[in-house]
Every structure is written in structure tokens, then in C-alpha cells.
């Protein structure tokens, strides 16, 4: 069995965690990581999460497969930089937003792209975060499809069926449209919750009032700015128009509160538990 | 060592999972539940929370305690229909909201009243949710202590340090402030998000497209109508003025992002990001 090289470029929670995956699949990896952060490096090679480490991307463009797990603006300055790659060559960014990205990679390597979004993630973030389990039964996006070559489709199916995640076909426009409700905008969300409860209350009251529902609403405000700073501006008209769509909701909400129609608040509650009939 | 009555009226998710928590203490106890819902009295029966079954105020009205776990209205509605108690007898209310209950306690049965707030709680209800360590280290808020009377007040701190909880002592107007900022906003923002991406999402792409972050913050969308119908209504003005804070800074956001502030955008992520070194 031919051993298959596989270089991350990106040595975080994401990347990590795909490596410890595919180490449980029964092929035969070799795996070499390119990260700016030298601590994440060397953390990365404690961990064996890979093997070598390498610093520039020519040292890594002769990788079967090349996994893209860096911030969505880096993909883009990364995916310029490529020099000609050999055809069989498979490139696979993890990015959260897919048009910009879908859009920007050069054509001459156009073909050896395949722009996958895995629908998983934890606020935690760098290679001591790592996972085996993050993407098992998860849901990956694969976005525009039609564009990479015939081999890097059937080379990205494999890899992503290979760690037990279940796999979506969609356009990368549509796909930013969905994420932005489902994703970016809750992100939004929480970080603006978490701000408005810091600014209103002392710590104190925080740590002894704050029960399992905040604490769940506040979760992903712990997530990476530089991450999401990026993914705000590649998706920005998406996600403001998810922000009008909530606030729109809430200011509902607060009229319904306002003018005291409890029947019509009252379903309109009922109506957002139904939410559960779909998700579980 | 003698058995103390305790009564619980209200036979769901926090009656049910009290009467596990106090079985597993080393005191003895004889549980007799009062509640409209005929099936919940028979599994409450079943699955051994409660020992009887009453039908009215009376034959509940002469334990040693009695504790009410029903909805915020239920609860001043129940106050106002006991007749005169005996001076050791305890009441305690486990509302979610406590200046109104605190208030409306008729005079004579003042005394016998403790107002509580376990900051603890889950999406589930009925008595089949009820389960062993609902309480353990979670936080009860005990307010307005100084109405109630002395035996009163040591009953309560008893029960609640039984079953492994933290005390934190408050008044009822300034704990109504605290939860409407960290607990009743936040449902308002779960129920309006769920009903956001219902409406713009086809339930497939919801089912396919939703990760950790959505799950978690639209958890408690699923919490009962009619139980948050009644705190709305009484924690109205300070629910209204926690929204309109949380609505300013979503605003802010949006505005970053419309503007392209990247630079403010990401400092306030950051900023975000230090509630956890307080929560954790």
C-alpha cells in the first residue's frame, strides 16, 4: 500500500483534528505541516499529529493532498502563491465562507482545487485542541464542484468518507447564503450578548447567576477573532442581511412584550420550539 | 429521626428532580404531589418522586414544606388560596422571576414564604426530565430573606445546602434586573433566532447545515411557552430594557461590518472573549 502524503498548512484545531482522524483510517499517511506560529509547529510534532515540519510552500506543493486550515483571507493570499502544480496534485481548503474563495483561486490551478466546508468546530482553537471525533457524523459542504478536476473530486469524496462525515453538494453562493443564517450571524449573536452582559454586570453576578442557557449562548463568543473578522468580511452582505432578518425577529418579540399580547407571544414561542421537530 | 413532610406542587422537570436530589440525602422524607396534569401525577408516582397524590390546597397544606415548581403566575395565583398555615410550615417558590411573587404574598402567610431562584433548568420538562443532579453545585438565588421568618429562612438554607447548591443572597427587584440580563434576554434571542432561520431555511438545510454553535444557542428555543409566557409578563420592563441593550450592540456589530471597521470589529471579539475568563 502506497504510502499517501498529505501536507496541512495550518496547524490548529481543524487541521490537527483531521490528522488524528485519518490516522485511525487504515491507509498510510505521511504528514507535513507549514505553520507561521512556531509553538503550534512544535506542538504539532509532540502530538504526531505530523511528521515533518516544513517553512515554505514550495517544500509542501509536492503533497498528494494539501489541506488548506488557515483563516478564510489567508486560503485566497495562500491559493496566489502556488506555483504550477503537478496534476494530480489535490488541494482542499476548510474554509467557513466559499464564494470569495471559490472565485479567487488562479486558474492555471483551478482544477486542482476542491473548496469544502466542514460543518464542525468547537471555540477552541491551536493543535492542543486537536479532536479525534470533530468531524465523525458531521456534515461537509462541497461547494462548486463542477470546477475541480474529475481525480481531486474523487480524491476529496474519499478523504471526507474516509472520516465518517456525511457529504452535501451545493453552489458556493448558496452556500454563503445558508451559513450566514446558520452560522455567521448566531456568531454575531454571542459575541454581542457576551458584550452586553459584561458592560450591565460585575463579574461577581455573572459567574454566580449565569445558568446552562447562557452559558450556551455565550459559548462561541469565545471564538477566534482574527478567524471570524475574516469570515465577516468575505460573507458581509450575506450576514447583515441575516442580522436585519433576526433583529427584525427580536423586535417582534419585544413589541409582543411591549403591548402585552401574551397569545400571540405565547405562540410564537410555540412556534420556535417546532425548530426540534427538524433538528433532532 | 422523623420524616418530614415535604409537598410539591408542580410535578415537572424541577419538583421531580428536587425529590431525587433529597432521596439521595441521608434524611427521611414522604413526598405528596399536587398537579392539574393527571398524567404527570401518575409517571410522577411511577418513577417514585412522590409517595401520594392530593387534589386540593388543603390536603397539601399541612407538610412541614411546600414547594412550588409551577409557572411564575401559577405561583401567585397558589399563594393567594392558602388558607392560614401552621407557623412552622415552610413555602418555598422556585419561580423564575421574584419581585412580583416577592410582593403579592398575602400578609399572613408572609413568613412561611421563601422566595428562591435555582439557577438551573434544562429545555425538557414534565417529571420524565427530571433527573439526579439537576441542583448539585448550581447557584439558588434567595431573595428578600428577611421577610421570611426565622425557622423559614433556616429551612430553606437547610434543603438548598442538602442538595448541594450554593447560596447567593438578593434582593427580589435587583435579582429580576440580574436574570432579565442573563437569563431572560437570552431566551428571547434563542426563541428569535429559531424563528429566523425557520423562516428563511428549508428544514434540509437546517438539518444539514446546522453545527455545535446553532444547536447551542437555539437550545432553549425549545423551552415551554407557556412557563416563559409568564416570566415575560413579569420581568416585562426589565426584560424590555435588557433587550434594547443587547440590540444596541448587535447594531454596533452591524455597523463594523457595514462600515468595514475591521480592525474596531475584531477588538470587539476580542472583547467578547474575556467573558470566559470570567465564567471559567
Known amino acids: 500500500m502506497a504510502t499517501t502524503k ?5 496547524l490548529g484545531l481543524m487541521g490537527g483534528s483531521l ?11 505521511h504528514f507535513i505541516g507549514l505553520d507561521h506560529n512556531t509553538k503550534h509547529c512544535s506542538q504539532a510534532l509532540e502530538l504526531g499529529l505530523v ?16 489541506i488548506l486550515t488557515i483563516p478564510v483571507d489567508g486560503i485566497i493570499a495562500v491559493s496566489k502563491q502556488f506555483k504550477a502544480l503537478e496534476a494530480q496534485c489535490t488541494i482542499i481548503d476548510f474554509g467557513s465562507t466559499k464564494e470569495k474563495i471559490s472565485n479567487s483561486i488562479p486558474k492555471e490551478i483551478r482544477e486542482n482545487f476542491v473548496t469544502a466546508h466542514p460543518m464542525t468546530g468547537t471555540e477552541k482553537f491551536g493543535p492542543l485542541a486537536a479532536v479525534s471525533d470533530l468531524y ?3 456534515t461537509v459542504v462541497l461547494c462548486d464542484l463542477e470546477k475541480s478536476g474529475k481525480h481531486q473530486q474523487n480524491v476529496a469524496k474519499k478523504l471526507f468518507s474516509d472520516i465518517k462525515m456525511q457529504l452535501v453538494f451545493m453552489g458556493a453562493k448558496e452556500h454563503d447564503k445558508h451559513a450566514a443564517f446558520i452560522s455567521h450571524m448566531p456568531h454575531a449573536i454571542s459575541y454581542s450578548l457576551a458584550n452586553t452582559v459584561m458592560k450591565q454586570e460585575a ?9 446552562g442557557g447562557f452559558k450556551d449562548m455565550s459559548r462561541i463568543a469565545k471564538s477566534s477573532p482574527n478567524m471570524w473578522e475574516d469570515i465577516f468580511r468575505q460573507n458581509k452582505s450575506n450576514l447583515l442581511e441575516a442580522i436585519d432578518s433576526f433583529q427584525a425577529e427580536l423586535k417582534k418579540c419585544q413589541e409582543m412584550v411591549e403591548n402585552e399580547e401574551w397569545e400571540t407571544l405565547n405562540d410564537w414561542m410555540a412556534e420556535a ?4 421537530d427538524i433538528l433532532e
Open 51 to 66: 511528521n515533518e515540519i516544513v517553512h515554505t510552500l514550495d517544500e509542501i506543493s509536492h503533497c498528494d493532498i494539501i
Open 203 to 211: 463579574a461577581t453576578s455573572v459567574v454566580a447567576l449565569a445558568a
Open 6 to 10: 498529505i501536507g496541512i498548512i495550518g
Open 273 to 276: 420550539n417546532t425548530l426540534h
Open 136 to 138: 465523525t457524523d458531521k
Open 19 to 29: 490528522s488524528i482522524a485519518l490516522q485511525e483510517s487504515l491507509e498510510l499517511f
